[in-house]
Every structure is written in C-alpha cells, then in structure tokens.
C-alpha cells in the first residue's frame, strides 16, 4: 500500500490482456457530478504511464486529444472504462456519472468493480446522493475508500473533510473511517491560501513530496512529527481494532510497539473485508508535470488494499429456464459465465459491448450463448440466442487496442454482439447459463414523443429499439389506450442525451408532444337509450331498433352486457351484435373520447325486419342506444390514482407531505425507515405526477426516492373534467 516504507513510483504502461485473476483490480469511482472523478481518472492514467501528459493519450506514435469537449460530454453520462498497468497489476478503472439520472450506468459500474473509490470534493462535501450509493456499497458488504479532491480551493479543510465524511459514512463506528495520509502545505500565497505539495504517511511517517511535479521521498523535519501524532494514534488503534490478532490491542496497550509490516498487512485486510475505510488526497498534475499529487498512493491501494477478483463470489446462477447452477467464483479454466454490463453503439463498427467475465475465458470469433432476462415491459426482447463473438479490445479514450482473450475477473470491449443487451448473459453454447440481475431504478418521468416527418417514421422503430438496447434504465411504451410512444426516463438529463442520441447516433428527428394519462368514463346514475337504425335507399335497406339500460357498476367491474329480451323482439342472431356495436362504442368513449368503464348495460326491447336487418344494422343500433344513454346521464370522468411511496429524510417529511396535499393526494402513513428517514405512502391522481421525478428531487435536495404502482381509476373533481372536455372539444 502507498504508505509502505520502500515504496516507489513503479512501472507503468499501458493495460494489456491479464494471465491470472490475482493481477487483476476493478475499481469504480463513484461521486457526485462534479467531485472530480474524470480528471482523477486521468491523473491515475498518467501516472500509470498510460498517457504522456494530462489530457494526452499516445497511440501508436501519434497523440490525440482525450480531453475533448465532445468526450468529456459524453464520459459525464455515461459509464467509462479506462485499464491502466501499475507494478505488475492489471487495474480496470470505472468512472461513473455523477448526474442522478444516470444511476443506471453507476449501477453497472457498481456490478463490474470489486471495490469502490468514493471521490468527495473538499469544496463541496458529501451529497445526499452519495450517501445512498455508500449505503447500496454497505448492503453487499463491498470494499470503499475515500479520496478527497478540489484540495486547491481556497477554503479547503482536508481535516474538516475528513471529520464529515466520518459522520457520512462511518455510521456506529466512526473511526472506520481515518485518514491515511495528512496534507503538507507549501508557501502561503498573497490570498492567504497556502496549496498542497506534498502528503505525510501517518504509519510510515515518511514525506511524499510533490512539489517538483514527481513524487519524491524525504525524512519528514522534527517540528512536523509532533503535528501528525494525535491522527497517527488514532489510525494505528483503528487498525487494531479491525485486526484478526485478538493480542494485537493488548500489546499496543501495554506499550509495545507494533512494527509497520503487522500495520500494513491489517490494513490491507481490513479494507479487502469492507470494515475500514481508508481516507485518502488527490490533484492532478500541474502542467509538464508526470504525477499528481496522491495517485502513487492510491494506485497502490488499489493494487494493496482492494480485494482481487478471487475475493469475490459470483451472483446466483441460473439455468435460462430456471434450474440453479454451481459455478466456481473466478475461474479462468472453469465453465464460460460473462455479462454485458454496458452496451454501445458505434457508427463504423457496430454494437461494442463492455463485458464482465465471472467465470471461464472470453476469447475472439469464438460462438457464445445470449441469455436475457426478457424485460418486455421495458421493450428489450428476451434473449436465448447464439452468436459469435467479434474482436475482444480494451478502452482507452477513444482508441481500442486488441486483446487476445479475457479472463476471468477482467473486462474488456466485445464487437459485433448484434443481438446482445445491457444485462445479458454470455455463456457457452452447449451449457447456457443465466445470471441473476442487478437492480435497476425504475423510470418514472415520462416523455412522449412522435416522429418529425414520414422518414423519420420509418426510422423511429429501429432508433428506439438501440436506444434501450444501450440503457436499460428507459422503458419504451407503446400506450395502447392513449396511442401515445412513450420514453420513460429518470429525469430531465436522462430524456435529453436519449433524444440526442436519436438524433444525432441514429439519424431520427423527433417531436416531444404533451404526456397523456389514460382516463376513462363511466356513468353517475342509471339512464335509457333508444338507438334506431332505419334507412331505405333501394335494394335491401338497414333496419334495427334496440332499447337498453345502463347502470354503474362498483369500480373494477369493466363492462357488463346483459340480455333481457322477451318474445323474440330482437331475434337471438342479433343480440351479439347489439352486444358487439355497444362495447365498440364504448371503447371510443360517450363524452370525451376515453374509454367507458364499470357499467352494466341490459339489452329490453327492440325491433328487426326479417329481410332489411343484418348484423351490421345492429352494431350500429347498439352504439346509438349507448350515445343517447349518455346524452341524458351525468357522465363522470375518471382518472388513474397511483399508490406513491416515498423514502425520504427526516428533514424533509413535512415539505414532502405538503406538496403531495398541493397534487390532491391524500396521505395513508407514515412509518420509520432507519437511518433517519421516513416511507410516507400517499394515493394521488397520475396526472398530478407526470414531473414527480423531476420536483421531489429538488424538493429534496436529491435525497429521496418514490415508487408507484396504479391503484385504480376514480372521478376527477368537476372542474377539472369540464376543463379537460373542452379541450377534447377544440380538438
């Protein structure tokens, strides 16, 4: 780890295919949009040596830019692997958006990486969204540490830093969460702002100075020793008190001393076991210089303290029917066992997919199983295929350079998996295997769309099929009630870069049109109709008269026809006829145009011809019957009611409360979550939450969360409904 006493600055290059899963490390760095996870991302890749300069990549002899705008842009929302080499070490590093909306790509970060690098700003502090992700890392029990940026801002307090991000984090046990190394400040400036130059190891009680733009190592002088002893203590007993030597806290009691090597090996175990959770210090690299400030440090935590891909147990398996499956953690010699973490495509080259391999080796043109989880409420199309596996290639920036196999525990970019989703299985042929999935949000923010012009038409089918191929965070709804295609997306952010990526990745123009809930009719008391179908015009003439009844029905009853002619007034042939023409007529509504729900309609009387009535004539009677009920019945307009629940912090309860009163909801509890917050469940009309996503997370600060489910249809207040069939009216 980086504060062992020999350590050094290593060699460095660029990543190549790993031999064995020990060489391997997969880290992912999660922070808030912001935090500075991308410039530490390419702080680590050039002190690796993987880049030349900042912002640089050299490929091949030639340098292209890294840091374009266009690429920072898109590496912001969008999960990005960059594979570096440090001391014999294959280390795969995930950067993860910091935007909410694109908590589907972290998620996948998340299912790809053994550990996790939280990257906190000393400027802005910890997030409440963060915190979220920390608790998602506590439940599964996987390795963290922390690395505080923006030191260079002018009222950074690394100190203070790492005070909260122990309250944050550290929950029962705050001195889980220590700081490794102490900042060293250079010469004030002419604001009063001193900049950080270097660190100094609490356990090593060595020097790492930075200030020449290369990590040098010095004795640190006699008036800084005294500076660092309070923190020093207070590591050394945190690490004891995670160690598995039960003697190791009564001897250090007792005045012995613990030699450095016991400290480190603890050290590490501990933060391989998620039990510590080391604090660390980052900057980038000033201009020409070859190292930022921290990177050796954590480069060798990493590799040091972050558990290896042996360490970890691979998620339940099943067969794609169902039946478990046994299959040896991190194999490279055992049964093929991958999954499709993130899927992309590429205008020269097609579909690329980032691929996690669990189990067995991922090699090139060799022919794979494609086993999805059949999110059709989704629009992704269920899985069971076999195709070939194209090129094998790491990432960096926008290069690829070719790979000849993937181990277990690596990663790496697959070409030409045509059929191949986010989420999927990759496994062999003749043994198809099925992970279990990992969690994703639910889209709840809905966007409406229609294409720009008939060319556009023709390619929007195609468009929004890739699109949800890539993100399986969207949800595409084709609305059969509303006939509406609906985009649902986690937010305003999310919506946007989807219909940039239709527009510009795949060539189709859309329209966002106004989102429309699903209402429905229904009768407030019983009425009559008479419908009368009679014209001659020569040959045979249309001739039927029907008499009915309807009545409401409790909610959830549909329609209910029911026949209850005597004498034969309407002979038996024609009565599904009249049934037919009066359930056709209620699907296109009575008053407004939506669907009428929870009647009963009772066919009494009617009259036939015995040459000019058909079947036709007495569909059309039926729906004539049914428009003259209506025309003298109070017909309420209903609307969808959703069962909405929402997790959020104490703090906000009451704000959270009013607002849903402010949507007409009524609020049915309130109960305890844990960890200071609170599930408040409501019931509130659909068509007062169509931006819900979008308002609770500023009402919250980003802290909260909701969930929905329709909980039935109920009469709109009067005024809304007179307003909403005016406007079917105009239309």
């Known amino acids: 780890m980086g504060d062992k006493a020999n350590a050094h600055p290593g060699a460095a290059g660029r990543a190549t295919a790993a031999d064995h899963p020990a060489s391997v490390r997969n880290v992912v760095l999660v922070g808030h949009s912001g935090s500075g996870k991308t410039t530490l991302v390419e702080a680590l890749a050039l002190t690796a040596g993987a880049v030349n300069r900042a912002g640089r990549v050299e490929d091949g002899g030639t340098v292209s830019d890294y840091?374009?705008?266009?690429?920072?842009?898109?590496?912001?929302?969008?999960?990005?692997?960059?594979?570096?080499?440090?001391?014999?070490?294959?280390?795969?590093?995930?950067?993860?958006?910091?935007?909410?909306?694109?908590?589907?790509?972290?998620?996948?970060?998340?299912?790809?990486?053994?550990?996790?690098?939280?990257?906190?700003?000393?400027?802005?502090?910890?997030?409440?969204?963060?915190?979220?992700?920390?608790?998602?890392?506590?439940?599964?029990?996987?390795?963290?540490?922390?690395?505080?940026?923006h030191l260079e801002a002018a009222r950074a307090d690394f100190d203070e830093m790492t005070r909260i991000c122990a309250e944050a984090f550290g929950g029962d046990d705050p001195d889980a969460v220590l700081p490794l190394y102490l900042p060293l400040h250079g010469q004030e400036g002419p604001d009063g702002h001193a900049p950080v130059t270097g660190l100094i190891g609490l356990l090593s009680q060595q020097l790492f100075d930075y200030s020449s733009g290369e990590r040098k190592e010095a004795e640190p002088g006699p008036e800084q020793l005294p500076l660092i002893e309070e923190a020093r203590n207070r590591l050394i007993e945190g690490i004891i008190a995670e160690s598995e030597d039960e003697t190791l806290m009564d001897r250090y009691l007792g005045g012995a001393e613990i030699d450095l090597k016991t400290l480190v090996e603890d050290l590490e175990r501990a933060v391989a076991r998620g039990t510590f959770f080391p604090v660390l210090a980052a900057a980038p690299a000033a201009e020409g210089a070859r190292q930022g400030l921290g990177t050796v440090e954590l480069l060798e935590l990493i590799t040091g303290g972050f558990p290896t891909p042996l360490e970890r147990a691979a998620p339940a398996v099943t067969t794609p029917d169902g039946a478990a499956r046994e299959v040896r953690a991190c194999d490279p010699d055992g049964p093929l066992l991958a999954e499709v973490v993130k899927t992309a495509s590429d205008p020269y080259v097609g579909r690329v997919s980032l691929v996690r391999v669990f189990s067995g080796t991922l090699r090139p043109d060799a022919t794979v199983h494609v086993s999805g989880h059949g999110l059709t409420d989704r629009g992704h199309e269920d899985h069971d295929v076999d195709e070939?596996?194209?090129?094998?290639?790491?990432?960096?920036?926008?290069?690829?350079?070719?790979?000849?196999?993937?181990?277990?525990?690596?990663?790496?970019?697959?070409?030409?998996?045509?059929?191949?989703?986010?989420?999927?299985?990759?496994?062999?042929?003749?043994?198809?295997?099925?992970?279990?999935?990992?969690?994703?949000?639910?889209?709840?923010?809905?966007?409406?769309?229609?294409?720009?012009?008939?060319?556009?038409?023709?390619?929007?089918?195609?468009?929004?099929?890739?699109?949800?191929?890539?993100?399986?965070?969207?949800?595409?709804?084709?609305?059969?009630?509303?006939?509406?295609?609906?985009?649902?997306?986690?937010?305003?952010?999310?919506?946007?870069?989807?219909?940039?990526?239709?527009?510009?990745?795949?060539?189709?123009?859309?329209?966002?049109?106004?989102?429309?809930?699903?209402?429905?009719?229904?009768?407030?008391?019983?009425?009559?109709?008479?419908?009368?179908?009679?014209?001659?015009?020569?040959?045979?003439?249309?001739?039927?008269?029907?008499?009915?009844?309807?009545?409401?029905?409790?909610?959830?009853?549909?329609?209910?026809?029911?026949?209850?002619?005597v004498g034969g007034a309407v002979p038996r042939q024609f009565i599904p006829s009249v049934e037919k023409g009066v359930r056709a007529q209620a699907a296109k509504g009575v008053a407004a145009g939506h669907p009428l729900i929870d009647v009963r309609i009772t066919l009494l009387d009617g009259k036939a011809h015995s040459v000019d009535s058909s079947d036709a004539a007495f569909q059309t009677a039926g729906a004539l019957a049914l428009r003259e009920a209506a025309a003298d019945a109070r017909i309420h307009l209903l609307e969808p009611v959703a069962e909405v629940t929402v997790l959020v912090g104490d703090d906000y309860v009451g704000a959270v409360m009013s607002d849903l009163s402010g949507r007409r909801g009524r609020v049915v509890g309130t109960e305890q979550a844990g960890g200071g917050r609170t599930l408040v469940r409501a019931e509130v009309p659909e068509i007062e939450i169509g931006r819900y996503a979008v308002d609770l997370r500023s009402l919250s600060h980003g802290t909260a969360r909701f969930s929905r489910t329709y909980a039935r249809h109920e009469p709109m207040p009067p005024q809304i409904a007179e307003r909403i069939r005016e406007q079917a009216q105009e239309a």
């Open 67 to 149: 840091d374009e705008i266009e690429h920072r842009q898109q590496r912001s929302v969008q999960l990005s692997l960059v594979p570096v080499d440090w001391d014999g070490y294959k280390i795969n590093i995930l950067d993860t958006p910091g935007y909410a909306d694109f908590v589907g790509e972290l998620r996948a970060g998340l299912r790809a990486a053994d550990a996790a690098l939280f990257v906190v700003s000393a400027s802005d502090g910890v997030d409440g969204s963060t915190r979220m992700v920390w608790e998602e890392c506590a439940a599964v029990g996987m390795p963290r540490a922390i690395v505080v940026t």
């Open 388 to 565: 070939r596996v194209g090129a094998l290639s790491a990432p960096f920036g926008k290069q690829q350079r070719a790979l000849t196999h993937c181990i277990a525990g690596d990663l790496a970019c697959v070409a030409k998996l045509n059929r191949a989703e986010t989420g999927d299985t990759l496994s062999a042929k003749d043994a198809p295997l099925l992970m279990e999935p990992w969690q994703m949000p639910d889209p709840l923010l809905p966007l409406a769309i229609q294409a720009h012009s008939k060319a556009d038409e023709d390619k929007l089918s195609q468009g929004l099929g890739r699109l949800v191929a890539e993100d399986p965070t969207m949800r595409l709804e084709q609305n059969q009630n509303t006939h509406q295609v609906v985009l649902w997306c986690l937010g305003e952010a999310h919506a946007d870069v989807a219909l940039e990526r239709l527009r510009n990745r795949y060539g189709v123009q859309v329209d966002v049109i106004p989102y429309k809930v699903s209402l429905r009719e229904t009768f407030a008391a019983r009425s009559a109709g008479r419908g009368r179908h009679v014209k001659q015009s020569g040959g045979h003439g249309q001739f039927a008269i029907c008499e009915i009844e309807v009545e409401p029905l409790p909610n959830g009853s549909g329609i209910e026809f029911v026949d209850k002619v």
